[in-house]
């Protein structure tokens, strides 16, 4: 049997569009080319050596990008340009064979809309071991890792490399993290993590009214 090639139709570009619309990040642009979507970084932002924000908010919408295509029943492929000509494009998802999506998949979708934080008031720190455990499992990115920190306090994110690539994969790890917190209903913030070369973020998680 022939997969049929997917076709980002009005339906699926407005699915696309509402969920990259509720990030917090706006420093991408995500490209509907034929065959594939591009991620790329726009401009600066001040107070941001080597645009390491940016980059991370382009990992951001990566994620997002993913959790859209498997919700609409689609295995994403991930890959890494590198075009001398657009030096902005960091990563591209190639719509790969029709995979329906599973609970798994649209929890995950259903939650683009529930990743809230940082929580207001008296936050109360998820400090559950077996909670924090579950929820570092839920990293598929390459070249990154997620762990419990020390005296649990929330989960670090780290990446195996030091490049651009690499702090886009840390972004997208991250908000891995805060959506699979979404899902059960949690809150989550994002701290820059330690001083390393590699780059590397600490998501603090709370508890938080369940939907």
């Given at each position: 049997?022939?997969?049929l090639?997917?076709?980002?139709?009005?339906?699926?570009?407005?699915v696309?569009?509402?969920a990259?619309?509720?990030?917090?990040?706006?420093?991408?642009?995500v490209e509907i080319?034929?065959?594939?979507?591009?991620?790329a970084?726009?401009?600066?932002?001040?107070?941001?050596?080597?645009?390491?924000h940016?980059l991370?908010?382009?990992?951001?919408?990566?994620?997002?990008?993913?959790?859209?295509l498997?919700g609409?029943?689609?295995?994403?492929?991930l890959s890494?340009?590198?075009?001398?000509?657009?030096p902005?494009?960091?990563a591209?998802?190639?719509?790969?064979?029709?995979?329906?999506?599973?609970?798994?998949?649209w929890?995950?979708?259903?939650?683009?809309?529930a990743?809230?934080?940082?929580?207001?008031?008296?936050?109360?720190?998820?400090?559950?071991p077996?909670?924090?455990?579950a929820?570092?499992?839920e990293?598929p990115?390459?070249?990154?890792?997620?762990?419990?920190?020390p005296?649990?306090r929330?989960?670090a994110?780290?990446?195996?490399?030091?490049?651009?690539?690499?702090r886009?994969?840390?972004g997208?790890?991250?908000?891995?993290?805060?959506?699979a917190?979404?899902?059960r209903?949690?809150?989550?913030?994002?701290?820059?993590?330690?001083?390393g070369?590699?780059?590397q973020?600490?998501?603090?998680?709370?508890?938080g009214?369940?939907?």
């Open positions: 049997m022939t997969d090639a997917f076709s980002w139709d009005r339906s699926a570009r407005a696309l569009a509402d990259l619309a509720r990030l917090d990040v706006r420093r991408f642009v080319r034929p065959g594939e979507l591009a991620i970084r726009v401009g600066r932002l001040r107070h941001d050596p080597g645009g390491r940016v991370a908010g382009c990992g951001t919408a990566l994620s997002a990008a993913w959790i859209v498997r609409l029943g689609i295995r994403p492929v890494f340009p590198h075009d001398p000509g657009r902005d494009v960091l591209a998802v190639i719509p790969g064979a029709d995979d329906p999506a599973t609970v798994s998949d929890d995950r979708y259903l939650a683009l809309r990743v809230a934080g940082p929580p207001r008031g008296r936050a109360v720190p998820v400090v559950d077996g909670v924090l455990a929820l570092a499992g990293n990115w390459p070249r990154t890792e997620v762990t419990r920190q005296n649990s929330g989960l994110v780290v990446a195996d490399g030091a490049g651009c690539v690499d886009v994969l840390v997208a790890a991250v908000h891995s993290v805060r959506v917190a979404a899902v209903g949690l809150t989550t913030e994002v701290r820059p993590g330690g001083q070369s590699a780059p973020a600490v998501v603090l998680v709370f508890e009214t369940r939907r």
